[in-house]
């Protein structure tokens, strides 16, 4: 299974050794190393950043991707001083182990939402400040497509809705409902997520919150989401190509699915999606206004919407000296991310102090987190229709490549052309995986 930073390295392209040059200065005194999981777009999106922050300090780049974690095993002269992490939940395991410094809150002279500063917090000392968030309940969906085929509006959708009516109306048409990058594992686990989310966000929350190796994965609410999950995925109706293509398709060809292919009506996908719309309508000679953007759609009317994000955190690690501390701040500032968000799109930031120049497909979605976060970090009892942190991010390995990710791959597999007896035996093997996985954790 790939990962999003592999996958979205399509259409623009920088080969790594390219990439590197000419900053690559290894071993070189006074240079502030920087570790990021980023390829391709978003790579060259945080060179401009850099670009505009670095000033008269010399940087590198060292690109991970999924190898990201090596960055704090490093040691010497090409040992990373910044990292660019993306899995916010790892900080405090990190901090607990040494390998990263605790940063001052001057670098969160910005403002940001509650839900952040939990995750970043070891011992009442801050390890890491938000950088990028990532708004993981997204659907980008073809506005001519719902029209064309008498679907309902976005606002109006469930999952009921997709599996009892949109795709009868769809199977007698060259479209499908869903295009599904299934060859990407953190797709599989943003959908399922959502579903739980949606489904029982008391249940999603306990688990989030469970000492590694005690998390019960039969609690009421995962079961029902499987449940809910395999019937959208076992349906032949859902997809182009049925589950067979949706196992090799990656995320940016499941864009071009919707939007330059014609071959389904919308995509679950994060604000990061962008720069690959825009390529698709590009390539289809496709005016703007047929992208829409929605929240996804709760299980039943009854339930609520689910809200769900993910993002990159700035950390320092242990040898991480003042040039980096230097560079880190200015990473922090409101105003770094602007060259990403002006010239390049994808990105959401995580400082609500950051001006909100972003396009009419991002600028809600901005919106919304933002007067969301800011309503959890005044009022005592917020509403229980919250964000939640990514879940595969708060839970260690068992929500990683060899955990929920190749778990889902595996139902997908086993649900096959669907049927209730089938989504029942791949939901009982499922959930056990999941337990056992757990108890190799204590």
């Known amino acids: 299974m790939g990962s999003r930073r592999a996958v979205l390295q399509a259409g623009l392209m920088i080969p790594l050794a390219a990439a590197c040059a000419p900053d690559v200065l290894i071993g070189r005194s006074g240079v502030v190393r920087i570790a990021v999981s980023w390829s391709g777009t978003e790579l060259a999106a945080f060179r401009d950043v850099l670009g505009s922050v670095a000033g008269s300090q010399p940087v590198e780049v060292i690109p991970l991707g999924d190898e990201i974690e090596t960055a704090f095993a490093a040691g010497g002269t090409t040992a990373p001083d910044i990292v660019l992490l993306p899995r916010a939940g790892r900080v405090q395991d990190l901090a607990a182990r040494g390998r990263v410094q605790v940063v001052p809150e001057t670098l969160w002279a910005g403002e940001y939402p509650s839900y952040w500063r939990p995750l970043l917090t070891h011992g009442?000392?801050?390890?890491?400040?938000?950088?990028?968030?990532?708004?993981?309940?997204?659907?980008?969906?073809?506005?001519?497509?719902?029209?064309?085929?008498?679907?309902?509006?976005?606002?109006?959708?469930?999952?009921?809705?997709?599996?009892?009516?949109?795709?009868?109306?769809?199977?007698?048409?060259?479209?499908?409902?869903?295009?599904?990058?299934?060859?990407?594992?953190?797709?599989?686990?943003?959908?399922?997520?959502?579903?739980?989310?949606?489904?029982?966000?008391?249940?999603?929350?306990?688990?989030?919150?469970?000492?590694?190796?005690?998390?019960?994965?039969?609690?009421?609410?995962?079961?029902?989401?499987?449940?809910?999950?395999?019937?959208?995925?076992?349906?032949?109706?859902?997809?182009?190509?049925?589950?067979?293509?949706?196992?090799?398709?990656?995320?940016?060809?499941?864009?071009?699915?919707?939007?330059?292919?014609?071959?389904?009506?919308?995509?679950?996908?994060?604000?990061?999606?962008?720069?690959?719309?825009?390529?698709?309508?590009?390539?289809?000679?496709?005016?703007?206004?047929?992208?829409?953007?929605?929240?996804?759609?709760?299980?039943?009317?009854?339930?609520?919407?689910?809200?769900?994000?993910?993002?990159?955190?700035?950390?320092?690690?242990?040898?991480?000296?003042?040039?980096?501390?230097?560079?880190?701040?200015?990473?922090?500032?409101?105003?770094?991310?602007?060259?990403?968000?002006?010239?390049?799109?994808?990105?959401?930031?995580?400082?609500?102090?950051?001006?909100?120049?972003?396009?009419?497909?991002?600028?809600?979605?901005?919106?919304?987190?933002?007067?969301?976060?800011?309503?959890?970090?005044?009022?005592?009892?917020?509403?229980?229709n919250t964000i939640a942190f990514d879940l595969s991010d708060r839970i260690g390995a068992v929500g990683g490549r060899n955990g929920l990710w190749r778990i889902l791959t595996e139902f997908l597999v086993a649900v096959g052309e669907g049927g209730p007896t089938r989504v029942a035996l791949a939901t009982d093997h499922a959930i056990a995986d999941l337990d056992d996985l757990e108890r190799r954790q204590r």
Not at 155 to 175: I, P, Q
Not at 321 to 338: F, H, M, N, Q
Not at 360 to 377: D, I, K, M, Y
Request: aromatic share 10%.
């Open 124 to 384: 009442n000392s801050l390890y890491g400040v938000p950088f990028k968030v990532t708004d993981k309940s997204m659907i980008w969906y073809d506005r001519e497509a719902v029209a064309e085929y008498g679907l309902r509006p976005p606002e109006a959708w469930t999952l009921g809705y997709w599996v009892d009516e949109a795709m009868g109306k769809l199977a007698h048409t060259s479209r499908r409902l869903l295009a599904l990058a299934a060859a990407d594992g953190w797709v599989l686990t943003d959908l399922f997520e959502n579903i739980l989310r949606s489904e029982n966000p008391g249940a999603y929350d306990q688990l989030a919150a469970a000492t590694p190796g005690a998390r019960d994965w039969r609690t009421t609410g995962v079961p029902e989401a499987f449940w809910q999950f395999g019937k959208l995925c076992g349906d032949q109706r859902s997809f182009p190509g049925g589950v067979g293509a949706s196992l090799t398709r990656q995320f940016p060809d499941a864009v071009h699915e919707v939007f330059e292919r014609r071959r389904a009506v919308l995509v679950v996908g994060p604000d990061f999606a962008e720069p690959v719309v825009r390529r698709s309508i590009s390539r289809a000679n496709r005016s703007p206004d047929v992208v829409g953007v929605a929240d996804f759609p709760r299980v039943t009317a009854a339930e609520q919407q689910p809200h769900i994000i993910g993002g990159d955190v700035i950390v320092l690690t242990q040898g991480a000296g003042e040039a980096a501390r230097t560079i880190a701040a200015r990473l922090a500032a409101p105003s770094a991310p602007l060259s990403w968000i002006r010239h390049h799109g994808g990105f959401l930031a995580a400082n609500t102090m950051t001006p909100p120049e972003y396009s009419s497909w991002l600028a809600p979605r901005a919106a919304a987190l933002t007067a969301r976060g800011r309503v959890e970090t005044t009022t005592t009892s917020p509403p229980t």
